[in-house]
């Protein structure tokens, strides 16, 4: 079994920061790519933020030069420091990542979704 558990969302005012973070546990044998997502009430998840294993990013226009992901792979946990956070920002945020388990094949888990509001 392989678990993605985040942590850090919640409410901030505008121009505030954020940091979530997402651990992955259980029957890992290697993690390749991590990243965050965010989702909107019906809207469709659109990708925030993506890491390789070896550090290379990936960022959403909409959170250059904002938002910040890094990963700790001792730790099997990414990051996303959000700076300057905009009403906008506001949304359910999941992290995800490509894991090679141990008792099945390769494929993506997702977080449970962790909440960031941020007020005006």
């Known amino acids: 079994q392989v678990q993605l558990v985040e942590s850090g969302g919640g409410l901030v005012q505008a121009g505030g920061s954020l940091r979530l973070s997402c651990a992955a546990s259980g029957s890992i044998f290697s993690i390749n790519s991590m990243g965050w997502y965010r989702q909107a009430p019906g809207k469709q998840r659109e990708p925030v933020a993506a890491i390789t294993n070896d550090g290379r990013t990936n960022y959403a226009d909409f959170v250059k030069g904002r938002f910040t992901i890094s990963r700790d792979n001792a730790k099997n946990t990414v990051y996303l420091q959000m700076n300057s956070l905009k009403p906008e920002d506001t949304y359910v945020y999941y992290c995800?990542?490509?894991?090679?388990?141990?008792?099945?094949?390769?494929?993506?888990?997702w977080g449970q979704g962790t909440q960031v509001t941020v007020s005006s």
């Open positions: 995800n990542a490509d894991i090679s388990s141990t008792s099945g094949p390769r494929r993506w888990y």
